[in-house]
T-cell receptor
Framework: GAVVSQHPSRVICKSGTSVKIECRSL??????MFWYRQFPKQSLMLMAT?????????EQGVEKDKFLINHASLTLSTLTVTSAHPEDSSFYIC?????????????FGSGTRLTVV | RKEVEQDPGPFNVPEGATVAFNCTYS??????FFWYRQDCRKEPKLLMS???SGNEDGRFTAQLNRASQYISLLIRDSKLSDSATYLC???????????FGSGTRLQVQP
């Protein structure tokens, strides 16, 4: 089945630094990947839609200059949290599905737990 | 009003019990519907899709009522391993991003 690999699984960084999270589709090509964020005891919230070869589409309230998305190939999308602050601490998850769709839903990466100190 | 609403629970049930979760969604144009399971501090994993005709997978039965914009999940003969948060998920039109409910927590007790 479709596999999505996400790294790192956990990162602790100092306030003001930047953190890059990678999301790879291992056995399929994904023209579109999605980035979600989940705060404790809350639902997953879509942050942005990553489109291969073009600019990402950001959800309302998500700062595109703070959360940089690069989708340079059909198998890799990266999310960079720039100048991270403690309020950016969260669980970040990517998802993708093969071109044409995956019957029954989408595959998620294993998530990245970001802690900004 | 939230796009996808669920009772947060928790539902505390004994092993072997039958438990039902409900979910409502606000966008009548929604195309596809799913139940995902999320274990603590892990990514969500697809449990099953939901079809208008209703569908069953072992101990799990899902149903969709488009007229009422209502989705349900029934778990029979609960196991300890069923303890998790169950997410009601809706796929809208156009872009293929998913909208998640806040989840219903299930705790199956011995």
């Amino acid at each position: 089945g479709a596999v999505v690999s996400q790294h790192p699984s956990r990162v602790i960084c100092k306030s003001g630094t930047s953190v890059k999270i990678e999301c790879r589709s291992l056995d399929f090509q994904a023209t579109t990947m999605f980035w979600y964020r989940q705060f404790p005891k809350q639902s997953l919230m879509l942050m942005a839609t990553s489109n291969e070869g073009s600019k990402a589409t950001y959800e309302q309230g998500v700062e595109k200059d703070k959360f940089l998305i690069n989708h340079a190939s059909l198998t890799l999308s990266t999310l960079t949290v720039t100048s991270a602050h403690p309020e950016d601490s969260s669980f970040y998850i990517c998802s993708a599905s093969p071109a044409g769709g995956l019957v029954g839903g989408y595959t998620f990466g294993s998530g990245t737990r970001l802690t900004v100190v | 009003r939230k796009e996808v609403e669920q009772d947060p629970g928790p539902f505390n049930v004994p092993e072997g019990a039958t438990v039902a979760f409900n979910c409502t969604y606000s966008n009548s144009a929604s195309q596809s519907f799913f139940w995902y399971r999320q274990d603590c501090r892990k990514e969500p994993k697809l449990l099953m899709s939901v079809y208008s005709s209703g569908n069953e997978d072992g101990r799990f039965t899902a149903q969709l009522n488009r007229a009422s914009q209502y989705i349900s999940l029934l778990i029979r003969d609960s196991k300890l391993s069923d303890s998790a948060t169950y997410l009601c998920v809706v796929e809208g039109t156009g872009r293929r991003a998913l909208t998640f409910g806040s989840g219903t927590r299930l705790q199956v007790q011995p």
